[in-house]
Every structure is written in C-alpha cells, then in structure tokens.
C-alpha cells in the first residue's frame, strides 16, 4: 500500500520558514549495514545512524523509553531538510553563474 503523512494546512499552526538545510545535510553521513539480528549475507542497507544523525539534529531523532534507550529517526522529516538543501545548492549555482 501507499503510505502517507498527515500533512494538512489546518491541522498545523505557528509556521515559519526552516533555518534547517545544506549545513545540516553536510554533517550527516549515510551508512552502509547489516542488521545485527541479520544471520544471512543479504544486501547491506543504506541509512544514517540515529547517534550520528542526532549530534546534528537532534530533533530528527525519538529516544524509546526502552533498557537501551533505542534511537529511531524521523526520516520521514528528512524530506522537508533534503529539499531546503537543495534549494540552497540552486541559489549558489544561480549564484555562480551570476543569474542569482
């Protein structure tokens, strides 16, 4: 199935534009693993760790109330980052070509 996020204008208040972005993405490095609970050689995967992601953002990251404290990370969040990056990147490239 298709899944999707609650995301409706009159559901949400208080809004203002993200200072969040390029710098922000700079400082996150993705990761390739293996779950540890993973007995086969499968594919790794490709994702961030949460301890990594949280020292940047720590708002991206949920801290269970778990004996471990287990982390989890928002990535649905990250949408929202990539796209504010990447209009940053358009503004220097518009920039650099003096078209800004």
């Known amino acids: 199935g298709t899944y999707t996020a609650m995301s409706d204008v009159n559901k949400k208040k208080d809004?203002?534009?993200s200072k969040i972005g390029l710098k922000e993405v700079m400082g996150l490095q993705p990761k390739l693993y293996r779950m540890k609970k993973d007995t086969k050689k499968s594919e790794k995967l490709l994702g961030f760790i949460?301890?990594?992601?949280?020292e940047v953002l720590?708002?991206?990251?949920h801290t269970a109330n778990d004996d471990m404290g287990t982390k989890a990370i928002?990535?649905?969040n990250m949408v929202a980052l990539l796209v504010e990056a990447v209009k940053e990147l358009q503004q220097e490239i518009k920039g650099?070509?003096?078209t800004a």
């Open 74 to 76: 928002n990535y649905q």
């Open 96 to 98: 650099l070509k003096g």
């Open 50 to 54: 949460a301890q990594e992601v949280e």
């Open 58 to 61: 720590p708002q991206m990251v």
């Open 15 to 17: 809004f203002e534009d």
